[in-house]
């Protein structure tokens, strides 16, 4: 069997760079990586032509001629938040190419949309386009990352690897919260790629739903430390997000701002309207991978803080933010 | 088994009472029926409150009390094209009383939001705050009616049939559409609320998906008679859409122009987007309605036209449009 021709659109983000390596690993994709081009020269891309993936320098700013993407079966876009709707040329060129799965840029956690999260808002623009071209599709959500869902310890022996670090406890600290480790994602991305099943349909990948309450009650036990939990408030987060959308407004292009709202607006949907659940998923749609692959054995939130406090493992966004 | 106790807002419209009738038959639901303040006293209101159903007035321009809408299990929401939005405060209503079915006035033709149709993308923001509140849903909508898609005959002999009475063909006419008999819209709504299948999930309704050209040539073959059909261009629907938009947008509160757009809206996803289209519904994931009761055999179009040519049948809207 002929391997699948896939396109992968920001293979040197996180999210990215879990996919190529789990689509490299499964060895059933012959994979391509789509970059800009006033990326085509960095290391990191010059380093994956080195591993002797196919680069392809496409301008997502204009107009994508469908040739480029007609020798694809499946495309897959993971970009930076802030540049979402770079993908409307792309879905264009995609349903023009004959694609027969686009998988937009989700992998985020699961959240209505209108109005909760910008970002999600952002992706449903280009989810909506997907749907008025009839483009084939499978939208991926991945819940919260396990490398930015723990706490800092008061040692510091855990700061080499915070990106997000901080001990407040949002509401009463019960919301339940679908978690993924970072590297997990290109198996399951790997997987739901190839499963006809998961054909115009929504998917989260999840190892554990967890509370807050119940990781930090791990990370005291693991680490024998002691931590001391902020308590935040509704109307605390409220004030937050209030004056983070007046920076944003304010300055629209800073990016460093709108990072700031996506935060908050995280905080919010994930503890105080608890959406990034497994009920929700279900009730908005969404296919639960664990169940599609029982085969997989992801990588639990317990398994991934014992690693960091054995010094091991890497901080997301490195040398980056 | 103790029946199940529903609520229907908007018993008098054209859809509302087919869903009335078709409830009322089914036998297994303690109906109740909600009617704004100043429809109370309405002639067809009486009707029905003489026919023993409970009459509800409930202002829904302001918060509803979550007591109101406790009793009920399932509420149903068959309002006018022109107030979607009123039914934010009921969802609100519902969410609080704990409704643990919630049907959104859907009762249209298949098709993806985002600036296609004012009309579907009205009940896409009642159906994002359903979303929003998590509130447990049904979808459900019936393609266009037999009773509005079939062509004027040169005799005249169906004119009193006709509330969308016209002979253009669309593109070349061989776009599918999704019919629904409106008689038939009611029984197929009382098994998809009782079914749990169809919880927090969109389901279409159908008997035919026929084209423009089918109709024309069953109509022909039926009738004997032979049809003008008059071409109508892509660039003609564009150009007449763009019109009906400044008109509205000229003047926003004129319901009549509204209407105007509408029904060049259908025209333009139904005929040349084909988005009226079982495949589009599974694509948008949709439950097919025919698949879920095979048991329930709904009135073709060609059984709906025969009886028209023999007389028989009711104009829909009668003594209002």
Chains 1, 2 share one sequence.
Not at 117 to 144: C, Q, S
Not at 287 to 295: G, Q, R
Not at 298 to 319: D, H
Request: proline letters at 6%; glycine letters at 8%; hydrophobic letters at 40%.
């Amino acid at each position: 069997m002929s391997k699948t021709k896939v396109l992968l659109l920001g293979a040197t983000g996180e999210t990215g760079a879990s996919i190529l390596e789990g689509l490299a690993r499964d060895g059933s994709f012959d994979i391509s990586i789509a970059v800009r081009p006033a990326s085509a020269d960095k290391p990191a891309v010059r380093a994956l032509a080195d591993r002797g993936f196919s680069i392809l320098s496409i301008d997502l700013s204009k107009k994508v001629n469908a040739s480029v993407l007609t020798p694809f079966d499946t495309v897959i876009s993971s970009i930076g938040p802030e540049s979402q709707q770079s993908q409307l040329n792309f879905a264009r060129a995609a349903k023009a190419a004959g694609v027969t799965r686009f998988v937009p840029c989700g992998f985020i956690t699961v959240c209505p949309p209108g109005g909760i999260m910008a970002l999600r808002d952002a992706k449903e623009e280009v989810y909506n386009l997907i749907f008025k071209l009839h483009l084939p599709y499978t939208i991926i959500d991945t819940g919260f990352w396990h490398q930015i869902s723990f706490p800092p310890l008061p040692s510091g022996k855990l700061d080499e690897f915070h990106f997000l670090g901080e001990n407040k406890l949002y509401g009463d600290g019960n919301a339940p919260n679908l978690l993924t480790d970072l590297r997990d994602i290109g198996p399951f991305v790997a997987r739901i790629i190839r499963d006809p099943r998961t054909l115009n349909k929504k998917v989260f990948t999840w190892s554990d739903e967890l509370s807050q309450n119940e990781i930090y009650a791990l990370a005291e036990k693991l680490s024998g430390e002691s931590i001391d939990k902020k308590p935040f408030a509704l109307e605390e987060i409220e004030a937050v997000i209030t004056k983070a959308k007046q920076a944003v407004d304010a300055d629209p292009t800073n990016i460093g701002l709108q990072m700031g709202l996506w935060s908050q607006e995280y905080n919010m949907s994930k503890y105080y309207r608890e959406d990034n659940t497994r009920k929700v998923a279900l009730y908005l749609g969404y296919l639960d991978a664990k169940e599609l692959y029982p085969d997989f054995k992801p990588i639990t939130f317990e398994e991934y803080f014992k690693e960091i406090l054995e010094g091991k493992g890497n901080r997301p966004y490195a040398g980056r933010f």
